[in-house]
């Protein structure tokens, strides 16, 4: 599952925010994973174009089986409400139903230190690794609701799709959402409702879902490993020989010479 979700801003980056997943994210998540879901059906198949939108073709003169077997057109309409003002049915539409700030601890995980492991390796090929911080974390959590509304002129369609959607997100798709970063933690669906549409009704019914989400920060942790001790000690390999308690090497490896000396190798003074 993917989305076309990108972030446009400089601000982002500039902040170090790797998340935040807040409006637009879990609107894509959704929309990316019903329309993966009903991709594999065969009567309310989901086909999409070159531009990865709804394959919403000319419907004159195709024939009622159109869909079905192919991806000539689509049977079935998903995407963002207002895209399209629902004029393509059956018509699954989402919109965001707001969202609200819930911290996860009161500091907001302040002060969390993400580590990582960096090898050394000293003039006669010994390696060992040194466990240092990466980044201060920040982190928060988003709750709010994601709204589904579901259009069809029949009575019967609309009854199924509610039922298989519904159902999606309560367990099949929960997986997939849950590794995307977008939790449904409830699933409440709405009344049904009829209007009329030109000479045609027009069903409609909703499904909210109360999402989860959360958004990070990581502040990247500069070098703190300025010089490293190492310390020689003489004795033999042979456990019955004593090592040599008082004869001892000590020495320090300040990482910024190592680093200027190769530097110095690439580029050799004049």
């Known amino acids: 599952m993917s989305t076309n979700n990108l972030f446009k801003s400089d601000l982002n980056s500039l902040h170090h925010v790797v998340q935040n997943s807040m409006i637009g994210y879990q609107k894509e998540a959704i ?11 065969s009567y309310y198949h989901y086909s999409k174009d070159a531009w990865g939108f709804a394959n919403t073709v ?12 192919d991806d000539v057109t689509t049977r ?14 059956p018509a699954i539409l989402i919109k ?14 302040e002060g969390t230190v993400q580590w990582q492991f960096r090898e050394f390796e000293d003039g006669y090929g010994n390696s060992t690794f040194f466990k240092t911080p990466k ?4 982190r928060g959590a988003w709750e709010g609701s994601v709204t589904i509304d579901i259009f069809t002129r029949s009575l019967t ?22 590794k995307a970063g977008v939790i449904v933690k409830s699933t409440t669906i709405g009344s049904p409702s009829e209007a009329d549409d030109r000479n045609d009704k027009l069903f409609k019914q909703s499904i909210t879902l109360d999402v989860r989400s959360e958004w990070r920060r990581e502040i990247p942790v500069g070098n703190l490993v300025e010089v490293i ?10 456990n019955s020989t004593p090592t040599s308690q ?20 690439v580029y050799p003074e004049e």
């Open 157 to 178: 369609a609309r009854d199924d799709l509610v039922d298989i959607v519904s159902l999606f997100f309560v367990d099949i798709g929960f997986k997939s959402l849950q």
């Open 229 to 238: 001790g190492f310390t020689a000690e003489f004795g033999s390999l042979d």
């Open 135 to 138: 980044s201060f974390l920040f």
């Open 246 to 265: 008082n004869l001892t090497i000590h020495t320090n490896y300040n990482v910024l010479d190592g680093l200027m000396s190769e530097i110095f190798k």
């Open 76 to 89: 079935l309409f998903i995407g963002e409400n207002y895209r399209e003002d629902g004029i393509y049915y």
């Open 31 to 41: 929309i990316a994973a019903l329309r993966d879901f009903f991709s594999h059906d």
């Open 58 to 69: 000319d419907q004159t003169d195709l024939p009622l089986e159109a869909g079905l077997k």
């Open 96 to 109: 965001n139903g707001g969202s609200k700030s819930v911290p996860i601890s009161i500091n907001r995980d």
